[in-house]
Nanobody, 123 residues
Framework: QVQLVESGGGLVQAGGFLRLSCAAS????????MGWYRQAPGAQRELVAT???????NYADSAKGRFTISRDNAKNTVYLQMNSLKPEDTAVYYC?????????????????WGQGTQVTVSS
């Protein structure tokens, strides 16, 4: 079994900050890209940020300058530091990784998703 478990969401006032964490566990041989997506009510899921194994980060325009993605390869964990939060950042945030994993006993490269964590920014 393979799991991505997110934590760190919550309610914060505009201008505040939150730090999301996501730990991957289970039958995982290696992880390639890790990242965060988000989905606001009535909207499609959108990219927030991704990070490669060697630390190269990629951000959506909406996240640049405010959010920082990082990862701890030894812990199979990815983080998202979110500063200067705005009401429009309100969404469910999903952790993502592309990994060589074996959820059913056979290893193959696949995309894995967490269950999502709610971030609400009040004005």
């Amino acid at each position: 079994q393979v799991q991505l478990v997110e934590s760190g969401g919550g309610l914060v006032q505009a201008g505040g900050f939150l730090r999301l964490s996501c730990a991957a566990s289970g039958s995982i041989a290696s992880i390639n890209v890790m990242g965060w997506y988000r989905q606001a009510p009535g909207a499609q899921r959108e990219l927030v940020a991704t990070i490669s194994t060697d630390g190269n980060a990629n951000y959506a325009d909406s996240a640049k300058g405010r959010f920082t993605i990082s990862r701890d390869n030894a812990k199979n964990t990815v983080y998202l530091q979110m500063n200067s939060l705005k009401p429009e950042d309100t969404a469910v945030y999903y952790c993502y990784c592309n990994a060589l994993a074996a959820p059913s006993g056979t290893y193959y490269t696949q995309n894995l998703w967490g269950q999502g964590t709610q971030v609400t920014v009040s004005s």
